[in-house]
């Protein structure tokens, strides 16, 4: 500000301004009421999974909203969109403000970028429940939410944030608003790729992709949107409020910057080490763990600069709960990113994957990570933006020792529950057999789930601790706010550079491009661009998008990625509307439809998954947990009909020890014949072939359902359920899809030449009569 | 034509122009951080600090309007 050089007309020119601090209050409010809220429904759901019953004792239309796996999307959600959300808003408007030493740019755009925020919120949340889902990790609200966020964020936020950079009266951009600007951009690219999908009605579409390709671009996604929502936003609130609350600067502005930039080039690439072993072909695999690796060394060159921040401010923490909240915040994103390079290690991984490990993971640095800066940071702001003093520190420092002992009796069991399960999934007996059923290592971790209920509960109190301390601080604020309003001058748009260095070879017989990158290399170029919030959004963005292309495109355009397996053929219409339930139901939540090429999955749960297998499936369902076996080869498995009814009807009489809630209501609902069409043609859009006529589908739905029927009451099942006959259950339609999952890989390729809707009831005989043995059963 | 173009392109190389553009970038940008004047990244460093704005003048409330007010 200093540099700024005003001609006399403009220095006359004097602008007034007042920060709006209104729109942090709503924001900081609304970020203690989700986060009650959020943490709130992690207490419900691992109650859930500890006591499955529950559902039990409410009607079951009711009770299939109170699933695990319906309210687990809702947890995640509501923790990152909700919580994290709010939090990150706060920390933009309050800070951005005060580095571009201006007010928002449109403080009408501000209270719509709330408002729409908001209701975005609510509508996910009863939307989820219904199971209205696009069934892909952190990304399943339906499109018209999709589209929603993309304009709240992108218009309402995106661009009153940029406007307010290029109103600024700050000359430099200092940091955080490095770490602002990469949000919105690689959020808002993210968000369009990942949602792509065709729609068949208000609440439901269908991915574009598919398989490995949908694969592939959900991790990309799931990944990078930890990243850039779940981090680098955090990291840019990190570097201005822990050197207000420290009250000196930042340690190294050079490491920051470093910091920074590394983590835009390396976070991209790292997604596919979410798929180690799986379908994704080995190169995009190795990949990803390569570029997880190097994500080590620029994480805790900021974590290493956040703690030496408070390089002779120490005394300051054991006095400051501010201070207390933050320290202890950064050593969990020092905790979190040494241990995700870690478990992106694939021989880790093959280990941790599917187990709670990855759980305990996530929970140290959402709880310890995200929670415990924004705790910190809404200590900081109360009396700020209340003006008044915060109504007890002493209740501060407890939700801070409440918290931490928490966050420790969280994770510490569910680190040792997901090495349980890893190991015993792995154990073999001298002869080669499996040393432990599926689930013997779930009834061996249901002990740790329990602590986990205790911790959840004290973190959730923490919670409460600080919305009552900020009610009463708020209750404490003078009766009208005073709001100072600056009286400046306009800042100058035209500005005097410094002179560009000169090469020193000049005069020197070296050719003039020598000289020319000698100039270059003086590096004044980029303190010219940190001024030029446009040119350098454009940096960033072609860096993530140069670097999501390379990745992503071979496997979309290269065939020998996914080679197909003739045998593998469209999912009929009466699976297509079965897997429209496992989608809605959220069973990829609990369940996995990819085994690994391991001898004890193999043995588990049959021959390991093939890139080939998942070509219909829009969207692709692998999952990433195992609270339930993989089932991948569950139609090789089980193809009993009345066994899969008898299990939706009463889990844990069928499996002994199954945490599974009943899913009656599957039963009792009748199936919707005439929607099956619109579902049908959906997959011919996306690729798959019919040869019947699609204004059949809901017939030819109707005589699969029929065989399946028939066979389930030739094994004793009922004809009648709940006053119509079974063949109309819903649950009729997702046994069928059930049965059909992972049989097509053994088929005969002689006998895959019918298009599959023509005849279904063939097909499945095939199976069972061609698939090889299965070595090992398991309990289901 | 379009598909002949895809196709005869060779994608198994994308890795490893990725991880060169990476290299010579991070290099390019670790070089110009550390290129920085020391009091240079201070006065950068030092921006959460400083909340004076240009030429404050007094507040509607009368009272002074630079932002120090507020507590820290």
Redesign the interface.
Known sequence: ?SQ?SLTASESEA?EQFS?DDAIVRLFVTATIFWGFVGTSIGVLVSVLLVMPSISDMFRSDIGAMLSFARLRPLHTNAAIFAFAGNAIFAAVYY?TQ??C?CSMWSWTLGRLHFWGWQAIIVVAAVTLPMGITQGKEYAEMEWPIDLAIAVVWTLFFGVNFMMTLLTR??R?L???LWFYIATIVTVTILHVFNNLVFPTGWSKSYSLFAGVQDALMQWWYGHNFIAFFMTIPFLGLM??FL??AA????Y???????HF??LV??YI?AGPHHLHYTALPE?AST?GMLFGVMLWMPSWGGMINGILTLRGAWHKVTTDPVLKFFVVGITFYGIATFEGPMLSIKSVNALSHYTDWTIAHAHSAALGWNGFMTFGMIYWLL??LYQTKLWSTKMAEWHFWIGTIAILLYIIPIYAAGITQGLMWRSLKPNGDLMYSFLDSLQQIIPFWWTRVGAGSLYVFGVLMLAFNALMTWMSRPSKY????????RFSKTYDDPEIPKSGLAGTPVLELAAKLDAL???DW?RRWERLPVRFTIAIML?VL??SA??L??IF??QSNIPTIATVKPYTPLELAGRDIYVAEGCYNCHSQMIRPMVAEKLMFGEFSKPGESIYDHPFQWGSRRIGPDLARIGVRQQSGLWHWKHFEHPSVISEGSVMPNYRHLLEERLNYQEIEKRVRAAQFLGATYAFDLKDSADVARKQAEKVTAEIITQGGPVEYNGHLTKDSTVIALIAYLQRVGTDLFKPEESAAPAPAQAPEARNTEARNTEAPMAVSISQ | MLKDVVSWIDYSFFDEIALIIFAVCFLAIVAWALSLRKETTHKYGSIPLNEDVVDPKPSQSNQSTNSGRNPR
């Open positions: 500000m700024t004097l920060y800070s005060r580095l030493k009266r700050e430099h200092y940091v955080s570097y201005y050197p207000k009250d000196r600067p930042v190294s502005y050079k490491l920051s910057i470093i930039w590394s080039f390396i690439w190169w990949l009396p700020r005073d709001v100072p309003v600056y009286s400046v001058p290399s003086k590096f980029h860096a140069f670097a390379l990745e495109l071979p355009l290269i």
